[in-house]
Each structure stands twice: as C-alpha cells, then as structure tokens.
C-alpha cells in the first residue's frame, strides 16, 4: 500500500460567539466536530508517528495503521468541509446584517 503523508492542519478554530449561535444554532455542533477531529486526529499520530514518516515502508503497514491513516486523511476532507460551511453561515449573517442596516434607513 502506498502512503500519503498526513498533512499538518490549523488547530480548531475558537468556539462560536453568543451572537453566532443566536443566528446560527447549527454552529455549536459543527465546533464540537471539529475539535473532536483535531483531538482524534493528534491521538492517531501519538499513537502511529510513523503516519508522519514520508519514508515508512509499506510492509510495516498493520491494519491498525492503515485505518489511523485513512481516518487522518479523511479528517481533513471532513475539517475543510466544516469550515467552508462555517464561511457561508458568515457570508450569509454578513449579508443580512446589511441588508438590515438598509431597511433602516429613513429614505
């Protein structure tokens, strides 16, 4: 089996503000899942430093190792998921809060 290495990913990002959940409730799910992934993701490579090691050879790959692996990988798919749709729940309170500030307006 051929390796990728894990790449090293940002930590999770700060937990929503009163105010985001207020708008967007969902937030608070999406921030547990997101530090989960970083907590499992930093125990797999404590426990396999070799998911590391650009130059681990393939033989020494146990099934346990293989699985560590594909669960990194497949965190970070997951972490960039989760963050581009933290990014829209933003641009679209961004958008109301303009369209707001425009209807009060007196003209």
């Known amino acids: 089996m051929t390796r990728r290495r894990v790449a090293a990913r940002p930590s999770a990002p ?3 503000t009163v ?7 969902e937030l608070a799910a999406v921030t547990l899942l997101e530090h989960a992934l970083d ?3 930093h125990a797999l490579l404590a ?3 070799t998911l590391i ?5 393939a033989r020494d790959d146990a099934p346990i190792l293989a699985l560590a692996h594909r669960i990194c990988l497949r965190a970070g798919a997951l ?3 989760l ?4 990014r829209a729940v933003a641009d679209l309170a961004s958008l109301h809060a ?10």
């Open 79 to 81: 972490e960039d998921m």
């Open 83 to 86: 963050r581009r749709y933290r």
């Open 39 to 41: 907590v499992a993701t």
């Open 19 to 25: 105010t985001d959940l207020v708008l967007a409730p």
């Open 47 to 49: 426990e396999h430093p």
């Open 14 to 16: 700060p937990p929503p």
């Open 98 to 107: 303009i369209d707001a500030r425009q209807e009060e307006l007196p003209f």
């Open 53 to 57: 090691d650009d130059f681990a050879r």
